[in-house]
């Protein structure tokens, strides 16, 4: 069984422009979470889902930031007008009953 | 605002040695407490607890959550240089399901 993944590993974008990130969750998990992890920190929490409801988004640390899962299976997390303070590892995790969190490879994002 | 901290925040041993890493949390409506590896990729599962005083094993390493005195240790025996990575301790809040992370202890094992 695939574990969580996401695309793409590394991106680099110039400030100003939109970036889009992909997370595929394990199959059948219900839970998907975002997080973003600052170097030498600990990963912070974005947003939650539930399928395809949006539960929680109050780590979103601004409207820049925007998530969707529109079918209740892959999520994008897309960020517009990237700032340099965006540059981060982006974290995907799934869970089937939202306990255990089963956390894929990351995204690190450099903004220039 | 919920509050994790780990301790130390860098450590460094020989390979054979064994380790403590410890984690406090001040958070409401706790339900659990997890440890994380992380080398360069994804943080990798460990342990979950939820219950005061009922040690979780695998292979060489356990922990343990004291929930009167708001703490969980993680303990490496016979430590590897595998073992080098940063090791996360996350609290499970709310209703929502999500994690509230320390910082990290960053582990490095030498030969």
């Known amino acids: 069984g695939a574990g969580v993944s996401q695309s793409p590993r590394y991106k680099v974008a110039k400030r100003g422009q939109d970036v889009a990130l992909r997370c595929d969750p394990i199959?059948?998990?219900?839970?998907l979470f975002w997080y973003q992890q600052a170097l030498g920190q600990g990963p912070e929490f974005l947003t939650y889902f539930q399928n395809e409801a949006q539960l929680d988004k109050s780590g979103l640390p601004s409207d820049r930031f925007f998530a969707e899962r529109p079918e209740g299976s892959v999520s994008t997390l897309k960020i517009q007008r990237t700032q340099q303070e965006d540059s981060a590892v982006y974290l995907c995790?799934?869970?089937?009953?939202?306990?255990?969190?089963?956390f894929g490879p990351g995204t690190r994002l450099t903004v220039t | 605002e919920d509050k994790v901290v780990q301790s130390p925040l860098s450590l460094v041993v020989h390979e054979g040695d064994t380790v403590t890493l410890n984690c406090s949390y001040e958070?409401?409506?706790?339900?659990?407490l997890l440890w994380y590896k992380q080398e360069k990729k994804a943080p990798t599962f460990l342990f979950m607890l939820t219950s005061s005083g009922i040690e979780k094993k695998s292979g060489r390493l356990s922990s343990i959550l004291d929930k009167k005195e708001l703490f969980s240790i993680l303990n490496i025996t016979a430590t590897q240089t595998g073992d080098s990575a940063v090791y996360l301790c996350?609290?499970?809040?709310?209703?929502?399901?999500?994690?509230?992370f320390g910082t990290g202890t960053r582990l490095q094992v030498t030969l």
């Open positions: 995790a799934s869970s089937l009953d939202g306990r255990e969190q089963y």
């Open positions: 199959s059948g998990h219900v839970s």
């Open positions: 958070v409401t409506n706790f339900r659990s």
């Open positions: 996350a609290v499970h809040t709310g209703t929502a399901s999500k994690l509230t």
